[in-house]
């Protein structure tokens, strides 16, 4: 090899090298924005997850409730510990009908039925109010669970000859929810419904301070229609419990109860109910996250653009 061939390979070496530099330059710019990527998610995350709860209280408030059963009022309807999902719109779009399981609020007329400690301290409180917003907790001694057995204007009557609960004369065969071996009441009453009350009962009779444990109070015991917070209308917890709260035949065989009723007994499984004691949240996080994952592609895009 001469000297000119020698100093051609030198040319083309250091011609080389700048792309070589060029290159790795490049790899530690794309590992950079890689890092600053991640870094910039997880710096928002908190942000999403705030927002996330914020829609998630505003799906609470005018959508969708969890609730926690702490008495044994319901069974076997339900039982201490179940938790429910409660359709806050069922009323404003439609009328409440016999047979409903409704959850109202009691307050300044029911007692409670359980005593609930008040928190401690502020951490209790703030967790005390995050199990309230997933139904992991029960949300106020002036909520009651119940079950609709009369309506404005209805005449409620018990007990006829054969020990059974009349509705405008009308008897009503109630052993597919009342509690097993209860009787219907065991304490008579004979009340006209007034306007905008309802007349409710819990499942276990024996053991459900309803209606009847009301007779003298304002309105003989019933309850005013703007106190329903919405119908109860699938259990969501525990998981061999998963079922929808339907509207039982009782009503409609006895000539009752408008719409359609389920067969004697029938329930139904929910696909995708052990998530649904969290549905507020989920759902919030199904707005929440997308947006937030378009809002990062629009600026990838852009400043993709900005760099040509």
């Given at each position: 090899m001469d000297e000119r061939d020698i100093a051609a390979d030198r040319e083309s070496a250091a011609g080389r090298t700048p792309t070589l530099r060029s290159n790795e330059e490049s790899d530690k710019g794309d590992s950079g924005r890689r890092g600053g990527k991640e870094r910039s998610f997880w710096r928002e995350?908190?942000?999403?997850v705030v927002l996330a709860l914020g829609l998630a209280l505003l799906i609470k408030t005018f959508l969708i409730q969890?609730?926690?059963i702490p008495s044994e009022s319901m069974e076997n309807t339900l039982i201490p510990g179940d938790r429910v999902l409660v359709n806050k719109l069922s009323y404003r779009l439609g009328e409440v009908e016999r047979g409903d399981v409704i959850v109202f609020n009691g307050a300044d007329s029911w007692e409670s039925e359980v005593v609930i400690?008040?928190?401690s301290g502020a951490p209790q409180k703030v967790l005390r109010q995050i199990g309230e917003l997933?139904?992991?907790a029960t949300v106020g001694e002036k909520d009651f669970i119940k079950r609709v057995i009369g309506l404005p204007g209805d005449h409620v009557v018990c007990c006829d000859k054969q020990n059974r609960v009349t509705v405008n004369g009308k008897p009503i065969a109630e052993t597919g929810y009342l509690h097993p071996g209860d009787p219907p009441s065991q304490m008579p009453f004979d009340i006209r419904v007034p306007a905008d009350r309802l007349w409710v009962?819990?499942?276990?009779r024996s053991a459900s301070a309803d209606s009847r444990s009301h007779l003298g109070d304002p309105g003989g015991g019933t309850i005013p229609i703007d106190h329903v917070i919405g119908r109860a209308f699938v259990v969501v917890w525990p998981l061999d419990r998963m079922t929808l709260l339907s509207r039982p035949p009782s009503f409609a065989d006895a000539g009752l109860a408008a719409g359609p009723a389920p067969p004697a007994?029938?329930?139904a499984t929910v696909p995708g109910a052990p998530l649904a004691?969290?549905?507020?949240?989920?759902?919030?996080?199904?707005i929440v996250f997308p947006l937030a994952g378009l809002r990062r592609g629009l600026l990838r895009r852009r400043r993709s653009r900005a760099g040509r």
């Open positions: 995350l908190p942000v999403l969890a609730f926690y400690e008040e928190p997933f139904g992991f009962m819990g499942d276990h007994g029938q329930t004691g969290a549905a507020p949240f989920l759902a919030a996080s199904g």
